[in-house]
């Protein structure tokens, strides 16, 4: 679903943000993304949203490689990938409800279908009673399921999550990531960049750790697929 | 490879079923133009202090080259009756008698480009000139009438204009037995090129006051586009076009354009009725029908699609300068 080959991404002539990395994630998988903070974390992601383009090798998300893609097309492949945020970027100017329709707004979807799932969405993280409330109302932790409810609403194939539980403390982290579990389950690719370690060692998933822009673990099935693609 | 393939298929697919057929998503398409719209005007109405003075400021612009383009219209009015109402007069040789001058007069009335002649005969003139003139006295000191047999040509509906004036006098000043033409063309001349220069300051005027609405809209939409800016990026950030992030902008620049509009046809309105008074006064002194004509239906429309259009020209300048900037990168963090 994800697949980076040889991807650099240099940001100045002398700040290499990403070196050459290599990696795959199949349909339904979940991994982390681990390292120092500068590390490149973010890069990568910035990668996949097509927020950044890299400036040597391939980003390939859904089979469509997104170096070649016109400008226009960005919003089209951003419909597919849902992201959580640790600040979660939600909008303090309308209901829960309207925050997380914000996806199905920019996809055209007729009003009645928009209730209907939206409320399915905000069920799924159990904030459905609170629909009505401004964000601003909710806890840390009910804001940050807002957020996520807002990525899943349009049942995107890839989940991206950048420090997701950076402000919750254990007990909520870990509803959160059964959450995440939870979708990957049922076939969303995964990705969530995180240095908490202790809540990555729990899980016992796959991680990729990178470090001073190189991926020096967890990039092995990637190289794999890459290779089964030759 | 084949896996690979198989991904993409799966994707694909994906892509589609997500899609609503064609009549639905036209349907929800104007159905999303029309909250958009209502919004924009909501959040006008939210701030109406602010709007009222965008709108005024707009309305002043706009209501200033109208204006002129009111007077100068009627203007144009007052001489082109003048031009109708001009006639040549041809005075004829002392000699011509008063059988030629006859024959003169059917001559020249058979031109086409001639509507009417008229033969004041020199018995005729002197009396009448004995009569208004008050010089009885001076006038019986005369030994011989000194006025000559006169023809005052009246212009045809086609050479009503300056030039064909001119042509018609050329004609009639080559005829046999005329001594002298006259037709009092200068003054309509330096009319006319009054209202010519006047036409075209008007226009510069137009396009500058344009200029600055623009101007204007682009900077209070540039300001709501800074107060949005959170929205615009969760909007982009979930795969919000770029028509779809505009479009509340642009409709905000159309309203601003709306209300300037009404404004400025306000504006022009009561100072026509401030103004008309003094003017039909004025004209009369100077025994003229001038009247200032205020705008018709259709100039009022036309008006307010000026108008419009050019608050939505400004917000377009404006999101193309602002909004394309505003890149979701920035939230994603190092």
Redesign the interface.
Known sequence: ?IEFRQVTKRYDSDHTALAQVNFGLD?GELAFLTGH??AGK?TL??LI?V??RPSAGEVEV???VLNRLPR?QI??????IG?V???H?L?F?RTVFHNVA??L???????RDIGRRVRAALDKVGLLSKEKMNPMQLSGGEQQRVGIA?AVV??P?VLLA?EPTGNLDPQLSADIMSLFAEFSQVGVTVLIATHDVALINTLGRRTLTLDQGRLVAGGSPGIGGES??V | MSDSRARAKDVSRGAKSSRSPLAEQATSYFGHHRKVAADSARRLWQSPVASIMTWTVMGVALALPVALMLLLTSLQGVSAGWESSARVTAYLEQDVSLGQAEALKQKVSEDSRVAEVELIDRDAALADFRASSGLEDALDYLNDNPLPHTLLVTPGDGSRTADGIQTLLAVVEGLDGVEQVQVDLGWLQRLNAMTELLERAVWALAILLSAAVVLVIGNTVRLSIENRRDEILVAKLVGGTDGFVRRPFLYTGAFFGLGGGVVAWILLQMSLWWLSGPVERLAGLYRSDFSLSGLTFDGVLALIIVAMLLGWLGAWVAVKRHLDDIEPGEIAGG
């Not at chain 1, 919003?75 to 597919?80: E, F, K, L, S």
């Not at chain 1, 707004?105 to 009003?111: D, L, R, T």
């Open positions: 679903m349909r903070s500068g973010s992601l910035k949203m927020m950044e859904g089979g469509q226009r919003p089209y492949i951003r419909r597919h992201v945020f640790q600040n970027q909008l100017d914000m996806p707004e920019v996809m055209g979807v007729p009003a807002r349009n049942k194939p950048d089964r693609h």
